[in-house]
């Protein structure tokens, strides 16, 4: 039901679902489900349910959800005529932004194959810097893509996280941890759901992770409780810098250029400083050793540092007493913890009887580990400041040596990827072009500011802006800069504007009540601004009411689905994994499922991907195109990994094979490929698995990926907005931010709005979570899970509620700068007393969600966003300037009886 994608079995009577089960068969949650997962009956017969085509009534204001019934037929002819103008013009002006589907490689094609650059799914707003952050510093990420190796660990660290994410794969493996006795610690502002089940919970104020990251990572250094044989051989550490200031290469890494770089786009040619000849050598070179610490001079008289010397000069001032006041952390326990963490990955080692080979061609008798494991998410993610957050902590991982060992972080195929992956975008606005497909991703990674979406002028392609100078590496796209922008018409206005399954209006923007009259505002010629809006999702969200027209989407429990390793598997540590959903019941009334939406429309307009060389249709419809469909014509690849071959005998390559969805049903739904035992660790420079993934299409290249402390890609942008880099330069105005922002070395510093707000004024953090018991807006509609929550409260310490006068479960005023919004107290010890928090997307918008005029979800409930903003003052959007990661939880508050 939800994006933890566990596996359920349906019970029927009477063709009608009956009961819902785990399935105890499933790799993921082994039979275990979660109360919204059992609750899916009440989602299938929910009386918000959307179960025909609609269009705005002629005369009608948006908003007012004043609708006709329309048929498919007339709903596919309009956007058919619509969307031919459009790409046959300028394919820029549609747009498709989808929220937490689990479709993106078939939203993207779509949207690649029609020409547009403007497309994304909800990453920009929710998680990017996570993403982003983790795979810029060590090839990999969390969750879908990897995670805590919980099994072996000894001490597991949870930052940020939300009191159930990655729901129940996560939940067993913590329970079984503490079992096994391993000590649980979490940081982060409120004390629930996981936080609540650590040995130890550390208090933190939000948007101050970074500083206490760093202050960890400097006590590893300081104490030298860093794995030296790790950090040397598998991250850029003993890399020597170019550190001349005057050198046009300054900041970048030295390289023999005499040497063969092997693989021009990912270098390997760079030099270590060896100890034992005492001269540069060539990175990795048999039997050198480099040296971490110190200050050289190449022979031809360049000064060169190691990498790792400049790091530990960056941490040498972020003491535990530096983080102490940001953080609220006492110092006295930021080091017992570097500590535990240092001692436990030395003295705690775990060896497994495991032959490997090195991409260097060294061969190692054993895997060895240190079981220290982390996991964060969005707590870390969500603010201005997230991406060298998130940065600090890849580095503090990698200091301890966790990276794809046993008891640390490990990879989930078909990461990892090499830094930063291979996937690119356009790099100018000559690569959209009517009739014609977007020439690259509209999603991409850049490795040099040559990679940015940008005009001549250095500025954006995108609606969005991503890719721009503003957000260079917003590698999700920025969701929450849609709407404002093309109202603005900056950088440019839309035609039309497709979202699926998003609640822009209401829980899904950072800006509630700007946002719907955006959406309502008319230009000086009496039209909308943004002319046409398209909502397709299976609820009556607060957004339907504001479009144009409305495509009902079907439940999960009516349709094909795919989780797929060309967009976010299932895959465990040990091997590829992906999964089908196949429906139980037939869609209810008219609804239909997206993809078939997209293949439709696809099919209608002749994108090439799915028509034949006459312009025929060449997909009868979605489960026709999962099973036939190949990245590129006789590539053997599709969206599913499993039973390919004629007869279903190969596995990850081969070609479509029809009775493919059958072999999925017959096989609980999903498909397994575990790795040998030589595959499964250190897969950054294991051999055996590089050359295993190239074989099987899951990586281009087999260059080992060194772990990115310092960061040669953050250094080319900030060469740039110095204007030492020999090509593109930013725009004067965003050059001092680029160059503050692209720090090769990870950095501290307050989020932009907290800079931009009165903290004497207003000085409370204020955040929000999704409930456990419902996952995000589409459970409030759920007449079960409404026994659990119907209206929410703002969760106050008692300290800070006295302060406030504000009585436990009294009416109460939350204001920030931007608005206020009143709501119920609730007193609690389970949140630090600078902080306030609520859960998302409970309250809600009367007339919505088809809730009765009286639901507490009106009367009671609140949604914080009232008080949040998506702009900063000044005008410039409330993101993070590296990804473009939306600043959710950087919004400061005060409280006031109501
Ligand atoms: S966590 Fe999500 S996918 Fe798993 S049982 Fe619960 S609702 Fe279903």
């Known amino acids: 039901m939800c994006a933890c994608r566990c596996g359920i079995r349906v019970h029927l009577r009477d063709g009608k679902p009956s009961y819902i089960e785990g399935n105890p068969e499933h790799p993921l949650n082994k039979g275990v489900i979660c109360a919204k997962g059992a609750s899916g009956l009440m989602k299938q017969n929910s009386p918000a349910r959307l179960t025909r085509p609609l269009r705005r009534k002629a005369g009608a204001e948006r908003g007012a959800g004043e609708f006709e019934p329309i048929s498919w037929d007339e709903a596919f002819a309009m956007l058919e005529q619509r969307l031919a103008r459009i790409r046959g013009t300028d394919p820029k002006k549609f747009a498709l932004f989808t929220g937490r589907d689990q479709m993106q490689a078939l939203t993207g094609l779509f949207a690649r194959q029609f020409g547009t650059p403007n497309y994304a799914a909800h990453g920009g707003f929710c998680s990017v810097n996570m993403a982003a952050g983790m795979i810029y510093t060590i090839g990999g990420s969390f969750w879908e893509f990897g995670g805590p190796d919980l099994e072996r660990a000894k001490l597991f660290v949870m930052l940020g996280t939300a009191e159930d994410h990655h729901s129940n794969p996560l939940k067993i493996?913590?329970?079984?941890?503490?079992?096994?006795?391993?000590?649980?610690?979490?940081?982060?502002?409120?004390?629930?759901?996981?936080?609540?089940?650590?040995?130890?919970?550390i208090p933190i104020r939000p948007g101050t992770d970074g500083a206490l990251l760093l202050a960890l990572n400097q006590e590893i250094v300081a104490q030298g409780l860093f794995d030296r044989e790790f950090v040397a051989r598998y991250t850029n550490g003993g890399q020597l810098v170019i550190t001349d200031a005057a050198s046009p290469r300054h900041g970048l890494l030295a390289t023999d250029e005499d040497a063969d770089p092997v693989n021009p786009l990912y270098p390997q040619n760079q030099l270590w400083w060896d100890r034992h000849s005492n001269r540069a050598v060539a990175t990795h070179t048999p039997g050198a050793d480099p040296r971490l610490f110190g200050d050289y001079t190449l022979p031809d008289g360049t000064r060169v540092q190691p990498a790792f010397q400049l790091l530990a000069e960056r941490l040498r001032a972020h003491t535990p007493e530096w983080a102490q006041e940001i953080t609220g952390v006492p110092a006295a326990t930021i080091r017992r913890l570097a500590h535990e963490m240092g001692?436990?990955?030395?003295?705690?080692?775990?060896?497994?009887?495991?032959?490997?080979?090195?991409?260097?061609?060294?061969?190692?008798?054993?895997?060895?580990?240190?079981?220290?494991?982390?996991?964060?998410?969005?707590?870390?993610?969500?603010?201005?400041?997230?991406?060298?957050?998130?940065?600090?902590?890849?580095?503090?991982?990698?200091?301890?040596?966790?990276?794809?060992?046993?008891?640390?972080?490990?990879?989930?195929?078909?990461?990892?990827?090499?830094?930063?992956?291979?996937a690119?975008?356009?790099?100018?606005?000559?690569?959209?072009?009517?009739?014609?497909?977007?020439?690259?991703?509209?999603l991409g990674w850049p490795g040099s500011p040559e990679d940015l979406f940008v005009d001549d002028?250095?500025?954006?392609?995108?609606?969005?802006?991503?890719?721009?100078?503003?957000?260079?590496?917003?590698?999700?796209?920025?969701?929450?800069?849609?709407?404002?922008?093309?109202?603005?018409?900056?950088?440019?206005?839309?035609?039309?504007?497709?979202?699926?399954?998003?609640?822009m209006a209401w829980n899904s923007t950072m800006n509630t009540d700007q946002v719907r009259k955006m959406l309502n505002d008319r230009g000086a010629d009496g039209e909308y601004r943004i002319p046409f809006l398209v909502v397709c999702d299976a609820f009556q969200s607060e957004t339907v009411a504001f479009a144009d027209l409305v495509l009902p989407d079907t439940t999960y429990l009516e349709r094909h689905d795919v989780m797929s390793m060309l967009d976010r598997p299932i895959s465990e540590f040990d091997g590829p994994v992906d999964s089908v959903r196949v429906p139980v019941v037939p869609p209810t009334g008219e609804c239909k499922p997206f993809q078939e939406v997209l293949i439709e429309l696809a099919s209608r307009l002749?994108?090439?991907?799915?028509?034949?060389?006459?312009?025929?249709?060449?997909?009868?419809?979605?489960?026709?195109?999962?099973?036939?469909?190949?990245?590129?014509?006789?590539?053997?690849?599709?969206?599913?990994?499993?039973?390919?071959?004629?007869?279903?005998?190969?596995?990850?390559?081969?070609?479509?094979?029809?009775?493919?969805?059958?072999?999925?049903?017959?096989?609980?739904?999903?498909?397994?490929?575990?790795?040998?035992?030589?595959?499964?660790?250190?897969?950054?420079?294991?051999?055996?698995?590089?050359?295993?993934?190239?074989?099987?299409?899951?990586?281009?290249?087999?260059?080992?990926?060194?772990?990115?402390?310092?960061?040669?890609?953050?250094?080319?942008?900030?060469?740039?907005?110095?204007?030492?880099?020999?090509?593109?330069?930013?725009?004067?105005?965003?050059?001092?931010?680029?160059?503050?922002?692209?720090?090769?070395?990870?950095?501290?510093?307050?989020?932009?709005?907290?800079?931009?707000?009165?903290?004497?004024?207003?000085?409370?953090?204020?955040?929000?979570?999704?409930?456990?018991?419902?996952?995000?807006?589409?459970?409030?509609?759920?007449?079960?899970?409404?026994?659990?929550?119907?209206?929410?409260?703002?969760?106050?310490?008692?300290?800070?509620?006295?302060?406030?006068?504000?009585?436990?479960?009294?009416?109460?005023?939350?204001?920030s700068p931007w608005g206020r919004v009143r709501c119920m107290s609730r007193h609690s010890e389970a949140v630090e007393p600078g902080t306030v928090w609520t859960w998302n997307a409970i309250g809600k918008s009367p007339g919505a969600w088809g809730l009765a005029p009286d639901a507490n979800e009106f009367t009671r409930g609140f949604i914080l966003n009232h008080v949040i903003s998506d702009t900063l003052p000044g005008g410039t959007s409330n993101s993070d300037p590296v990804t473009g990661q939306a600043g959710w939880y950087d919004v400061r508050v005060r409280l006031s009886p109501a």
């Open 606 to 815: 002749k994108l090439p991907a799915f028509v034949d060389a006459n312009g025929a249709r060449k997909y009868r419809d979605y489960p026709d195109f999962i099973v036939r469909h190949e990245t590129e014509p006789g590539s053997g690849i599709g969206f599913l990994a499993g039973w390919r071959g004629a007869d279903g005998s190969k596995s990850l390559l081969g070609e479509p094979n029809p009775d493919q969805w059958q072999r999925y049903a017959e096989n609980n739904c999903v498909f397994k490929h575990e790795l040998p035992p030589s595959y499964r660790y250190m897969r950054n420079w294991n051999r055996g698995y590089m050359e295993w993934a190239q074989r099987h299409r899951l990586r281009r290249w087999g260059d080992p990926i060194l772990v990115h402390l310092y960061s040669e890609v953050l250094q080319k942008f900030r060469l740039a907005a110095q204007d030492k880099w020999p090509g593109r330069r930013p725009p004067a105005h965003l050059a001092k931010r680029v160059e503050t922002h692209f720090d090769p070395l990870p950095f501290y510093s307050q989020p932009l709005e907290v800079q931009a707000t009165n903290t004497q004024r207003y000085p409370l953090a204020a955040i929000t979570q999704r409930p456990m018991a419902m996952y995000h807006s589409w459970d409030s509609q759920n007449a079960w899970l409404r026994q659990i929550h119907t209206h929410n409260y703002l969760f106050v310490n008692p300290r800070t509620a006295a302060a406030a006068g504000v009585a436990d479960g009294a009416w109460m005023w939350v204001e």
């Open 457 to 503: 002028e250095g500025g954006p392609v995108r609606i969005d802006k991503g890719f721009s100078w503003e957000y260079p590496l917003s590698v999700h796209g920025l969701m929450h800069n849609v709407i404002t922008n093309a109202w603005r018409g900056d950088p440019y206005r839309l035609d039309t504007l497709m979202i699926f399954m998003a609640n």
């Open 173 to 201: 493996a913590i329970s079984k941890f503490k079992r096994d006795g391993g000590r649980f610690v979490s940081i982060n502002p409120v004390r629930t759901g996981y936080s609540a089940i650590a040995d130890e919970w």
């Open 424 to 442: 690119k975008t356009p790099t100018g606005p000559e690569g959209v072009q009517p009739d014609t497909p977007l020439a690259g991703l509209a």
């Open 343 to 422: 001692i436990t990955a030395r003295d705690e080692k775990i060896e497994l009887p495991i032959a490997w080979t090195d991409c260097w061609g060294n061969e190692h008798q054993t895997v060895t580990g240190n079981p220290v494991a982390f996991h964060a998410m969005r707590g870390l993610a969500a603010h201005s400041n997230g991406f060298h957050t998130v940065r600090s902590l890849g580095i503090l991982m990698s200091l301890l040596g966790t990276i794809d060992r046993p008891g640390g972080f490990r990879h989930k195929p078909p990461f990892p990827r090499a830094i930063p992956p291979s």
